[in-house]
């Protein structure tokens, strides 16, 4: 079985710069998950969508954080503009539904250094 | 607030002794724990997890016990080898009843002497 897909691994960009990030979930999780994970810390949970829908959002700096997931499967996180303090990895998860005990499973993540 | 966190940042042991992990979590209401394992350049992995109505289950090689009393989680690891060297975290769901919302600890590193 195939794993989370996030591209790209590694992304460097100047502070007031854009940047997006792309996930593929594992084939027929309905719920998907953006974390960011400052070096040093547990992941922290940006936003959590099931199918299309946001089931939450409450962490996600919506001034400057987007993310979508039109189609109900892939899913793309983006930052306009980037602040020094957004370097982080950012980890997509993703579990067959919402309940607590749906096991959430990572892809590798996304590794940004903002300048 | 609440809060998930770890007793120790590091944590080294001799291959083929046991390892014990502890973490302490500040929500009794939460229902449902998980530890995960990291490993440098990886996404977190999931190893274990265990529901407030019990107070231990094992794996292979792994143990997780739960002593809701003291609000307390350990992930006992036996017979500790080189490839259990990584970051482990624990998380706990902090919003029970409702959809998944896994809040984690800030992970103590495990280093196994050869």
């Known amino acids: 079985e195939a794993g989370v897909a996030q591209s790209p691994r590694y992304k460097i960009i100047e502070k007031r710069q854009s940047v997006a990030f792309w996930c593929n979930p594992i084939?027929?999780?309905?719920?998907l998950y953006w974390y960011q994970q400052i070096l040093g810390q547990g992941p922290k949970l940006l936003i959590q969508?099931?199918?299309?829908?946001?089931?939450?959002d409450s962490q996600l700096p919506k001034d400057r954080f987007s993310a979508e997931r039109l189609k109900g499967v892939d899913s793309t996180l983006k930052i306009q503009p980037a602040k020094l303090e957004d370097s982080a990895v950012y980890l997509c998860?993703?579990?067959?539904?919402?309940?607590?005990?749906?096991?959430?499973?990572f892809g590798p993540g996304t590794r940004l250094t903002v300048l | 607030g609440e809060s998930v966190g770890l007793h120790l940042p590091t944590l080294s042991v001799q291959e083929g002794d046991n390892s014990i992990i502890n973490c302490a979590y500040s929500?009794?209401?939460?229902?449902?724990f998980i530890w995960y394992k990291q490993e440098s350049g990886k996404g977190p992995q999931f190893i274990i997890d265990?529901?407030?109505?019990?107070d231990k289950r094992q794996g292979q090689r792994v143990t997780v016990l739960l002593n809701k009393t003291v609000k307390h989680l350990s992930l006992q690891i036996a017979a500790t080898q080189p490839g259990d060297s990584a970051v482990y975290f624990c998380?706990?769901?902090?919003?029970?009843?409702?959809?998944?919302?896994?809040?984690f600890g800030k992970g103590i590193t495990l280093s196994v002497r050869p």
């Open positions: 998860a993703s579990s067959l539904g919402v309940r607590n005990t749906d096991t959430q499973y």
């Open positions: 084939s027929g999780h309905a719920t």
């Open positions: 969508f099931q199918n299309n829908g946001v089931v939450d």
């Open positions: 929500n009794s209401a939460s229902d449902y």
């Open positions: 265990i529901r407030s109505n019990m």
């Open positions: 998380a706990e769901n902090s919003n029970p009843g409702a959809n998944s919302k896994l809040t």
